[in-house]
């Protein structure tokens, strides 16, 4: 009998899979990265407990291309800055990826709030502009040009953090207890620019990233780096205290209950 493709795996498939995916080389990316100062109870009021903010109401959005070999991806992410703990780092509003299949893992595994979107990365001589749109509106948009190189960074780790989730099949809240992830990445740099321009937050009911404007701009660069990433879950989270947040992760949280027609299967 021919192969069932949908049939299980033996133990050796799995294991080699394991192998090389935790055998992939750098992938580089070249991506725009704006920071900027915005306003601090706006900030607080995205977070989920028991994340707090910092000392330094800051945002920062995230916008790359990655060149792999015939699998181009534009990856993109608009976080704010929190801690945990006495861990500093950065919580992701929303995250557009331009493929399926880097949203799965990072959903799945790691509780990462990605979205399909439209990811553009632009060079043209010094003028740079990078975007993220979804349903037609460039919610963010980095316009600027290129003023200079900038003295490259010494590897560093950052830690980002993620409700990791499965929304209740009758609707009611949680199937399970939320965890909270620290997702932690090594960064190493090997260009660095630094970017003159500005910062455009459009108006849009799916990614409302308006509500953190830019009150004072920190900096933007143009760079290409690579990291790697590995997460740990670090504690439960209170589901009732994370409920009334998790329209972050939906367009419409409705969606989570939605099904084939009726008769349709």
Same mark, same amino acid.
């Given at each position: 009998m021919a192969?069932? +493709?949908?049939?299980a795996r033996t133990e050796a498939e799995i294991a080699a899979s394991r192998t $090389?995916?935790? +055998?992939?080389?750098?992938?580089?990316? #070249?991506? &725009?990265? /704006?920071?900027?100062? #915005?306003?601090?109870? =706006? %900030? =607080?009021?995205?977070?989920?407990?028991?994340?707090k903010p #910092?000392?330094? /109401? *800051? $945002?920062?959005?995230? @916008?790359?291309? &990655?060149?792999?070999?015939?699998?181009?991806?534009? /990856?993109?992410?608009?976080a704010v800055a929190a801690a945990h703990d006495g861990v500093e780092g950065w919580y992701p509003l929303v995250m557009p990826m331009t493929h399926e299949r880097a949203l799965t893992g990072g959903r799945e595994v790691f509780g990462e709030p990605k979205k399909l979107g439209e990811v553009v990365v632009e060079r043209d001589g010094l003028l740079v502009r990078a975007s993220l749109a979804r349903h037609g509106i460039a919610f963010v948009?980095?316009?600027? $040009?290129?003023?200079?190189?900038?003295?490259?960074?010494?590897?560093? !780790?950052? #830690?980002?953090f993620y409700f990791k989730f499965l929304p209740a099949v009758d609707g009611s809240g949680f199937d399970g207890d939320p965890v909270l992830v620290h997702c *932690?990445?090594?960064?190493? &740099? +090997?260009? *660095?620019?630094?970017?003159?321009?500005d910062v455009v937050l459009r108006e849009s009911m799916y990614d409302p990233v308006a509500d953190l404007p830019v *009150? +004072? %701009? &920190?900096? @933007?660069?143009?760079?290409e780096k690579?990291?790697? !990433?590995?997460?740990?879950v670090v504690a439960r989270v209170d589901a009732a205290a994370l409920l009334p947040y998790v329209h972050q992760r939906y367009d419409d949280p409705a969606q989570v209950l939605d099904g084939p027609p009726e008769g349709s299967v």
């Open positions: 192969r069932v +493709r949908y049939g $090389a995916s935790s +055998r992939l080389p750098d992938i580089w990316s #070249t991506g &725009v990265v /704006a920071v900027w100062e #915005t306003d601090p109870d =706006a %900030l =607080a009021a995205v977070l989920p407990p028991p994340l #910092t000392g330094r /109401a *800051l $945002a920062r959005v995230t @916008i790359s291309k &990655v060149d792999l070999p015939g699998y181009p991806l534009g /990856a993109g992410s608009f948009e980095v316009r600027g $040009a290129v003023a200079g190189e900038l003295p490259l960074p010494e590897p560093v !780790q950052k #830690t980002d *932690l990445r090594n960064e190493k &740099v +090997r260009r *660095l620019e630094r970017i003159t321009g *009150l +004072r %701009l &920190v900096g @933007i660069t143009l760079g690579t990291s790697d !990433q590995r997460g740990k």
